[in-house]
């Protein structure tokens, strides 16, 4: 099978034929962006605030099936002093008009997992540069639909993973780069957040909380829980990943050669309904596959190790567990301690990283602050959509390309089938099919994203 032939394969179930266009890289530069956004629930919600607040960004359209996501994005939009939206509403299906506008540079995707990859592949072959939530991808197939959509049109797909742009792992990443840590050998991480209690305060009124899930379920417990009944994996690897893919120069340098993957048994969420709702509640009766904890080792390409957890379903205080280690030094995010042989005043012992953060802080970071200060997250949301606006107006790869949305969603279905081989190694493909010799760094570069 010719590689035409095989993507033609591979994404036939597009429902927008590709009728051919200038590749993205060759357009002329632009210095005004319009955007539509699918999807505007909580998380599409935050985007378009950034984008509303943005004076070079126009939301042309919005879509959502849900009319309440609707009137609250307008709101979004008429609060920053910018005019409604065309909206989409009608359908599941309505965001494919959406599409057919000619008046849209850019598509921002936020909408449950299982609709990324059909709604990117569709943007993609609309022409229009893509940007995704986190996790791009849920099947490895469809982590080879993105790769093979943006081969086949050359239209961009950027994974819009906001932690890679954490103060702190941002300065690491700038520490890492310099030597500091001399090389690099481990890197540890993961998603550690209680989602047991999905909930949301918009100031008048509480949302969510409670047991329910499915359509009784509020934001995403709408759509997210049931995952956890059907899918035994790291089911959120990318907030952990990404940073540690950047430091490690993952598909530019390096990449992941296999995973392993080992987890619990699923106990948490079964205690939490029985606790909230009691036993006759009909949800106890619920069996949910996901282990509590899902523990997966990644080995690369240079010789690193790197390990990621998914921790979702018990009590614990929120943390991404960072660990940067090479053959001259550590740091770690909980406690944000470092220790530098030859450089730490005493052998064997932390110090705090607060000097380092301030010597080592990424330019991004001293230029962008007070932009940065009213977005979400600590600010990071802002510098995320941020490099989608800009990667549009100058015509250029997103810093987070399509092969690294590919690569760091596929631990998620890999993880699945290791847990499901009793904790076997599992290859990792190289979705850059050998560009990862030659590729250079994107990410992180100077303070113009
Ligand atoms: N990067 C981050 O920090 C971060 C934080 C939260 C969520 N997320 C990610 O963002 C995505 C959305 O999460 P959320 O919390 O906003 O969930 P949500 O349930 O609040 O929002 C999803 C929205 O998609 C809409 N939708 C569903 N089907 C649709 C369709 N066919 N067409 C148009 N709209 C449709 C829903 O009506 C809903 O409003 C997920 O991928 C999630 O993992 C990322």
Not at 53 to 67: L, T
Not at 215 to 233: C, L, M, P
Not at 235 to 240: A, E, F, N, Q, V
Not at 389 to 400: A, D, L, R
């Amino acid at each position: 099978m010719n590689r035409r032939n095989f993507i033609q394969t591979t994404v036939a179930g597009s429902a927008i034929p590709f009728m051919g266009h200038a590749m993205q890289n060759d357009k002329p530069k632009t210095d005004r962006v319009r955007l539509g956004f699918i999807g505007v629930g909580l998380r599409g919600r935050n985007h378009l605030n950034v984008a509303a607040k943005s004076a070079d960004v126009d939301v042309v359209a919005i879509c959502d099936i849900d009319p309440d996501a609707i009137k609250r994005a307008q709101a979004v939009l008429t609060r920053a002093g910018k005019k409604e939206a065309v909206a989409y509403s009608k359908d599941p299906k309505d965001y494919l008009n959406l599409l057919k506008r000619d008046d849209i540079d850019g598509v921002v995707i936020a909408t449950p997992w299982e609709l990324h990859v059909p709604m990117s592949v569709d943007s993609m072959r609309a022409g229009k540069y893509t940007a995704v939530e986190v996790s791009a991808t849920v099947t490895l197939q469809e982590s080879w639909d993105l790769v093979n959509t943006f081969e086949e049109t050359g239209s961009h797909c950027m994974i819009l993973e906001n932690v890679c742009y954490r103060r702190d792992v941002m300065a690491v990443l700038n520490m890492v780069r310099q030597g500091m840590f001399g090389d690099l050998q481990y890197g540890h991480c993961g998603y550690q957040h209680d989602l047991r209690n999905v909930k949301f305060n918009d100031g008048k009124q509480a949302y969510g909380g409670g047991v329910e899930f499915g359509e009784k379920g509020f934001s995403e417990a709408h759509w997210r829980t049931q995952h956890s009944v059907d899918r035994n994996g790291d089911l959120y690897p990318t907030h952990g990943l990404g940073p540690v893919a950047h430091w490690m120069d993952i598909n530019r340098g390096n990449k992941f050669n296999y995973l392993t993957s080992m987890a619990t048994s699923s106990k948490g969420l079964h205690k939490y309904i029985v606790d909230k709702g009691g036993p006759d509640h009909p949800n106890a009766k619920v069996k949910f596959k996901l282990g509590d904890i899902v523990t997966t080792m990644i080995q690369c390409e240079n010789g690193q190790n790197i390990v990621v957890i998914h921790d979702t379903n018990l009590p614990r205080p929120y943390s991404l567990c960072f660990r940067a280690q090479g053959t001259e030094g550590i740091w770690m995010d909980d406690n944000k301690m470092i220790y530098l042989e030859n450089k730490s005043p005493k052998p064997h012992q932390w110090e705090p990283f607060d000097k380092y953060q301030k010597e080592y802080d990424h330019p991004l970071w001293k230029k962008f602050e007070s932009d940065a200060q009213n977005a979400g997250h600590g600010g990071i949301d802002f510098f995320v959509l941020r490099a989608f606006i800009e990667s549009i107006k100058n015509k250029v790869t997103p810093p987070m390309d399509v092969y690294d949305a590919a690569a760091w969603s596929a631990i998620s279905p890999l993880s699945e089938l290791s847990i499901a081989r009793g904790s076997t190694a599992v290859e990792i493909p190289d979705f850059t099919r050998g560009k990862w010799k030659t590729n250079k760094r994107i990410f992180g570069l100077n303070d113009q994203y």
